[in-house]
């Protein structure tokens, strides 16, 4: 069997997963959470896109024409609001760990900050939880088929 390919199954699915955790991130963030930073600027709070969440962090995107850089800085700390209703939210503390320019889905140029969790906030536990949630959803959750017709009493 010389130049046989070998597939790795458990490599192929980990990659499944991974797509359908990516898809389901941008329904989700882009759909129903809110998110803010908090920048101590008089108490004003910035929006900010949610690109991606890890257990240990997160990627936000913020439009370069926003000009993030005067408010964020490498090594920078602040609190980042994750709302899930219009009035409610998680505040987890992050500090930025790296930074890169690049172009959006959209053709603009956005700056993507790479955000560490504090483990140490009070609510970390809930973020885990949430950053959880999204893995097993991702992993556990089936993708319809075909058009099913739903009815309703």
Known sequence: ???AKIFDLAEKRKEKIEIKKRQFERVLFDELIGTYTEINDNGTIYPVRLVNVSPTGCLIEIPKSHNPDKKIKMGSEFDLRLYFTKKSYLTISVQIKHRKQEMSEQKSEVIHYGAEFNQESAS?????????????????????????????F
């Open 1 to 3: 069997m010389s130049g």
């Open 124 to 152: 970390f536990p809930a973020v885990r939880s949430f950053v959880d949630f999204v893995y097993r959803f991702a992993e556990y959750s089936l993708v319809e088929k075909e058009e099913n017709k739903a009815f309703f």
